[in-house]
């Protein structure tokens, strides 16, 4: 089944812009780095930018072709969906490119990133689409683009030394952290603590952003681009500055993933940084 999406909603939902601003954001500092920072190696298992950049228009492509065509992208995940699992994307995805790479990657990804927002703008955000697990919306769809752009972008950030300014918007990414606490348990076969854990953190702009009862025992709080870097597990927990109490949080902490795929671990203490 095709759909396509003639007219924008009346309540646009921010989550499109969102996307497309953060990516643009990792684009200009690609775009505006000396040298060939496209071959540069990233702390992120060793891929160079060009990976992540790849990665990124991947599964951009993936995200969109679901939106619009559910038929081809199950016939596109069915062979998608054991490399994920087998954690063989690397090779996956560098078949999927052709040959792709360098700045004609980096542009590639723009032109296709741009007109996916406005694709995914004019949809309706409550409609469901597939993907590797369950169905989801498509405000949790560009949501997830979102999340995975921010995330791994971090690396290349890293890698140039630039400490990045986060805004307003990771608020998306903290939301999908807090979400996805039952899912961190279950995906690891692990029992779902009977408390959700009360999550307080201070925005970019200096907002505080609450979730789940604050005398419950369990509690993560400080910096919301902190949190947002330990559920995407692009930091350990032990290189940030969050407090966190009580045996829920603590082991919620330890093993966090917002994103989908077999379990995951956080990278050693140390290990990823701004350079």
Wanted: proline fraction near 6%; charged fraction near 25%; charge should be negative.
């Amino acid at each position: 089944m095709s759909m396509t999406f003639s007219q924008p909603f009346p309540q646009p939902f921010p989550q499109p812009g969102d996307f497309k601003d953060e990516s643009e954001a990792l684009y200009a500092l690609i775009n505006n780095a000396p040298g060939d920072i496209m071959a540069r190696t990233t702390g992120f298992k060793g891929w160079r930018v060009e990976h992540i950049i790849g990665h990124l228009h991947m599964w951009n492509w993936a995200a969109d072709l679901s939106l619009h065509d559910r038929g081809v992208f199950t016939k596109f995940y069915l062979k998608a969906g054991p490399a994920v699992q087998a954690k063989g994307l690397r090779a996956f995805e560098d078949k999927w490119l052709d040959g792709l790479s360098g700045r004609e990657l980096l542009e590639t990804w723009r032109e296709f990133y741009l007109k996916m927002a406005e694709r995914f703008a004019e949809a309706d955000p409550k409609f469901r689409v597939k993907w590797g697990g369950p169905e989801m919306s498509v405000r949790s769809s560009i949501t997830a683009r979102l999340m995975e752009t921010w995330a791994h972008g971090l690396a290349v950030y890293d890698v140039l030394g630039t400490v990045r300014q986060d805004h307003e918007r990771i608020k998306n990414i903290a939301v999908l952290g807090v979400n996805t606490f039952g899912w961190t348990f279950i995906n690891r076969k692990l029992d779902i603590p009977k408390q959700t854990p009360y999550v307080r953190l201070t925005s970019p702009s200096g907002a505080v952003w609450e979730w789940s009862d604050p005398d419950n025992g369990n509690c993560v709080q400080g910096d919301a681009s902190e949190f947002c870097q330990v559920v995407t597990q692009t930091r350990n927990i032990a290189d940030t500055n969050l407090q966190v109490s009580g045996d829920a949080a603590l082991k919620w902490m330890e093993i966090a993933q917002c994103f989908a795929g077999p379990p995951e671990d956080q990278p050693a203490p140390g290990t990823r940084h701004c350079v």
